[in-house]
């Protein structure tokens, strides 16, 4: 995505800054010192939450944004999405199926707005393929800390009296989770199924690789770009909403 976004910004005479942040607070003061310095002449900004302090700040300065994600923000915004409920809903569908009942979810804090919609589209594929919601299946890995947080949930998980045999997760968490199935001894694919959402390199690396869902990342970078540059031509941001 961070290519797509790069590669377009430069055709438009534009270069691209990547600020990262350790925390909220210390987002937000970036974020003023960027607009009231005059540093940028927009922003893209990526892990949504549901009141989000970041969208309200720039909608109060008038700065030309778009976001990666959506909101509860009911001021008018343009932003792009990729569609969770959907991919978590089909990966459900999918394994029901193939004949699995206890399907388990790993996914990231529920104050951030994509794991809220993954977590709908999970809750709806059981519901779709007559299974019951058992919260005991459903853990939480923690932003910063992917790996260690999904590997804790992962063994939790298979250690319950009766474990899952299949679980759908971000990518992001994968490492975490397939450190834990080798330390049980579990074999992915004969022991128990993985559907990972995001197409990252260790799907592909894995022995075996992974199964996945593939977001359009380049093509979503490129239209972050031509979303920007409206914006900073003064188009309305109520017609920039796209999932």
């Not at 010192?33 to 892990?47: E, H, N, P, Y």
């Not at 700040?57 to 909101?71: H, I």
Request: one cysteine or more; charged letters at 25%; a negative charge.
């Amino acid at each position: 995505m961070l290519a797509g976004i790069s590669v377009s910004l430069s055709k438009v005479g534009y270069d691209l800054n990547i600020s990262v942040a350790p925390n909220s607070e210390h987002e937000i003061d970036s974020l003023r010192r960027m607009v009231q310095g005059k540093r940028v002449d927009g922003i893209i900004l990526t892990l949504t939450k549901a009141v989000d302090e970041r969208i309200s700040y720039l909608l109060d300065q008038n700065f030309p944004f778009v976001l990666y994600g959506r909101t509860e923000e009911p001021r008018p915004h343009a932003f792009l999405d990729i569609d969770g409920e959907l991919a978590f809903r089909e990966a459900c569908t999918f394994l029901i199926e193939l004949g699995h009942k206890r399907i388990a979810l790993i996914n990231g804090e529920p104050e951030y707005m994509f794991p809220a919609f993954c977590s709908e589209g999970y809750r709806n594929g059981l519901k779709s393929g007559n299974l019951p919601f058992d919260p005991e299946l459903v853990r939480e890995w923690r932003h910063g800390d992917a790996q260690l947080s999904s590997f804790q949930q992962t063994v939790e998980l298979m250690q319950l009296s009766e474990p899952p045999t299949a679980i759908v997760f971000q990518t992001e968490a994968a490492a975490g989770i397939l450190q834990a199935l080798l330390q049980l001894q579990l074999q992915v694919g004969k022991d128990i199924a993985l559907i990972g959402y995001d197409d990252l390199e260790i799907a592909k690396t894995n022995i075996p690789p992974l199964t996945t869902m593939r977001p359009p990342a380049r093509n979503a970078g490129e239209q972050f770009v031509g979303m920007l540059m409206q914006i900073i031509d003064g188009r309305a941001a109520e017609d920039l909403q796209e999932v």
